[in-house]
């Protein structure tokens, strides 16, 4: 069933973290398994966030050889990026599986990130200016309060609550989905994609690298490759109408923009708020009521309805 949330503040920054938290703990019930975010702060002139990932949350009851394994994994994903002159400026770790740097650096990102995932077990959740994408099982409570997700300030964010249909109970199957190389572009989907295989063979045959055999993930590298093509966000929602199939509502956040789009069908759900402010749409009117619990209007958008805010 799953259920997704997004929100975008115009011209101003708010504390994104705790608001997406309310949002997504109001749709628990549509989804157990595990909760993300992408969420979006201010960006520093020449610094890269990096979120990432050395383990699955389900390897560490494995005994101590797990923890001597994640050592060696990050001292090889430390040395790939001094490699690559890569500076950490910061490193913090929210747990010994997940791990947030920031770095500056004047070289291809993109080459620097597919040399780290290499290194096996090791996955880039994000990287990019703005964008810090967090998932990890249980709901949203637990994931915030894990990660310090409440003091987060930013523009905008997107949000997912996971129920595990067709894949695995991991993070590695849980959303957000980013995908380079289009730095600060994030994802998250409630259906299912029909013509999965098929569109993520194409997009093998570009170049592209998938981490899941989530069909989710197949929209954040469609929309990275569109992007890095110089197609618009709203050209490239619109596109995908007509070349994927299946049933879904899904957001797309970037840098400075979010957007929705619905299949022809319209069959899974959305409601949307809208203010000369703020911009807030889930699943469910209950998700949205969370952060502005007084009298409001919203709607539900039609079928092959595309809509694209500027933070």
């Given at each position: 069933?799953?259920?997704?949330?997004?929100?975008?503040?115009?011209?101003?920054?708010?504390?994104?973290g705790s608001e997406m938290t309310a949002m997504l703990q109001a749709l628990k019930h549509r989804g157990p398994d595990s909760t993300g975010y992408a969420v979006y702060g201010e960006p520093k002139d020449g610094d890269y966030v990096?979120?990432?990932?050395?383990?699955?949350?389900?390897?560490?009851?494995?005994?101590?050889?797990?923890?001597?394994?994640?050592?060696?994994?990050?001292?090889?994903?430390?040395?790939?990026?001094?490699?690559?002159?890569?500076?950490?400026?910061?490193?913090?770790?929210?747990?010994?599986?997940?791990?947030?740097?920031?770095?500056?650096?004047?070289?291809?990102?993109?080459?620097?990130?597919?040399?780290?995932?290499?290194?096996?077990?090791?996955?880039?959740?994000?990287?990019?200016?703005?964008?810090?994408?967090?998932?990890?099982?249980?709901?949203?409570t637990v994931v915030s309060e894990l990660y310090g997700l409440n003091d987060f300030v930013g523009t905008h964010g997107i949000g997912h609550t996971r129920m595990a249909t067709e894949s695995d109970v991991d993070i590695k199957s849980?959303?957000?989905?980013?995908?380079?190389?289009?730095?600060?572009?994030?994802?998250?989907?409630?259906?299912?994609?029909?013509?999965?295989?098929?569109?993520?063979?194409?997009?093998?045959?570009?170049?592209?690298?998938?981490?899941?055999?989530?069909?989710?993930?197949?929209?954040?590298?469609?929309?990275?490759?569109?992007?890095?093509?110089?197609?618009?966000?709203?050209?490239?929602?619109?596109?995908?109408?007509?070349?994927?199939?299946?049933?879904?509502?899904?957001?797309?956040?970037?840098?400075?923009?979010?957007?929705?789009?619905?299949?022809?069908?319209?069959?899974?759900?959305?409601?949307?708020?809208?203010?000369?402010?703020?911009?807030?749409?889930?699943?469910?009117?209950?998700?949205?009521?969370?952060?502005?619990?007084?009298?409001?209007?919203?709607?539900?958008?039609?079928?092959?309805?595309?809509?694209?805010?500027?933070?």
């Open positions: 069933m799953c259920g997704i949330a997004g929100l975008i503040h115009k011209g101003k920054s708010a504390k994104v990096m979120r990432l990932k050395v383990a699955e949350a389900e390897d560490m009851g494995t005994g101590r050889g797990i923890h001597q394994t994640i050592e060696k994994r990050i001292a090889d994903v430390e040395e790939i990026m001094a490699e690559f002159g890569a500076k950490v400026k910061d490193r913090q770790s929210a747990t010994e599986y997940a791990l947030r740097y920031v770095l500056s650096h004047d070289g291809e990102t993109g080459d620097m990130a597919k040399t780290i995932e290499e290194v096996e077990g090791v996955e880039i959740l994000s990287l990019g200016n703005g964008l810090e994408l967090i998932k990890d099982l249980g709901d949203a849980a959303h957000p989905y980013w995908a380079f190389p289009y730095n600060d572009v994030s994802v998250v989907h409630n259906g299912q994609i029909t013509n999965y295989w098929i569109m993520r063979r194409e997009m093998e045959r570009k170049g592209h690298r998938f981490m899941s055999n989530c069909d989710s993930e197949l929209l954040a590298v469609y929309t990275a490759h569109n992007l890095a093509n110089g197609i618009t966000l709203e050209e490239s929602l619109r596109k995908s109408i007509s070349e994927i199939d299946g049933v879904f509502t899904y957001l797309v956040a970037t840098k400075d923009q979010l957007g929705m789009a619905k299949d022809t069908m319209a069959a899974k759900p959305l409601v949307l708020y809208e203010s000369d402010d703020l911009i807030a749409m889930a699943s469910e009117e209950v998700a949205i009521r969370a952060i502005l619990p007084e009298e409001i209007d919203t709607y539900d958008p039609y079928d092959e309805e595309v809509r694209v805010w500027q933070a």
